[in-house]
């Protein structure tokens, strides 16, 4: 099984990486990939519990909830940045994981692919 690292940096106000991040690890698991996504930098705001991505436009938060707890989707977040952007209250339903910065360089290792958006 090939593992594939989702690196999304970008604010999901005015982007839609974070969106099409989720969307095509969603659409993956027909496949023989295992999907990861690692929100840093501004990316981390898509995850505050108080976030409505659906307000602008992006995948609602309740579909991205079900198909992360459906497929067992690897969610990261780095914890500095999430510190940085000050996300006190993270989305339960998003089962992120937090991580050191210095992490993400052992994941982008591990994977055999990796794109950042």
């Given at each position: 099984m090939k593992r594939v690292l989702f690196v999304v940096y970008q604010a999901p106000v005015g982007s839609i990486w974070v969106n099409e991040a989720f969307r095509t690890t969603f659409g993956m698991y027909g496949e023989d990939i295992?999907?990861?996504?690692?929100?840093?930098?501004?990316?981390?705001?898509?995850i505050a519990k108080r976030n409505e991505p659906e307000r602008v436009g992006l995948l609602p938060v309740k579909i991205v909830h079900k198909y992360?707890?459906?497929?067992?989707?690897?969610?990261?977040?780095?914890?500095?940045?999430?510190?940085?952007?000050?996300v006190t209250e993270v989305d339960e339903g998003c089962m992120a994981k937090?991580?050191?910065?210095?992490?993400?360089?052992?994941?982008?290792?591990?994977?055999d692919f990796v794109i950042f958006m």
């Amino acid at each position: 099984m090939k593992r594939v690292l989702f690196v999304v940096y970008q604010a999901p106000v005015g982007s839609i990486w974070v969106n099409e991040a989720f969307r095509t690890t969603f659409g993956m698991y027909g496949e023989d990939i295992e999907p990861a996504i690692v929100l840093m930098d501004e990316a981390v705001t898509a995850i505050a519990k108080r976030n409505e991505p659906e307000r602008v436009g992006l995948l609602p938060v309740k579909i991205v909830h079900k198909y992360i707890k459906k497929y067992g989707t690897e969610v990261y977040a780095v914890k500095e940045d999430l510190e940085k952007f000050k996300v006190t209250e993270v989305d339960e339903g998003c089962m992120a994981k937090q991580i050191p910065l210095s992490d993400v360089k052992n994941l982008i290792k591990e994977s055999d692919f990796v794109i950042f958006m």
